[in-house]
Nanobody
């Protein structure tokens, strides 16, 4: 049984920073493609950032490129999302997800396991 637990969300002013953490149990992250997604009220869940399991290549949505950084701490079975220069449009529930097959994907439907989400609210 895989469990993912996000933490680190909160309320921050525009221009501020937050660091989200996703801690996993039940299976090692080192063999998983990991992704961060977000969903704002009334909107579809969208890809934010991801990390390929083998190459370590990172991927970002255009809207967050240069502001967000995804990283792994495989020894701790943890994935981090450092968010800087936050904007009100970044307000959403943020979810981490694991994809256990080798091919990389930005599609949320390809991910197997999800955390419960953590809320990020950016005030203007």
């Amino acid at each position: 049984q895989v469990a993912l637990v996000e933490s680190g969300g909160g309320l921050v002013q525009a221009g501020g920073s937050l660091r989200l953490s996703c801690a996993g149990s039940g299976r090692t992250f080192s063999t998983a493609n990991m992704g961060w997604f977000r969903q704002a009220p009334g909107k579809e869940r969208e890809f934010v950032a991801g990390s390929h399991w083998r190459s370590g290549i990172t991927y970002y949505a255009d809207s967050v490129k240069g502001r967000f950084t995804i990283s792994r701490e495989n020894a701790k079975n943890t994935v981090l999302l450092q968010m800087t220069s936050l904007k009100p449009e970044d307000t959403a529930a943020y979810f981490c997800a694991a994809k256990w097959t080798s091919a990389w994907s930005r599609s949320s439907s390809d991910y197997n396991d999800w955390g419960q989400g953590t809320q990020v609210t950016v005030s203007s």
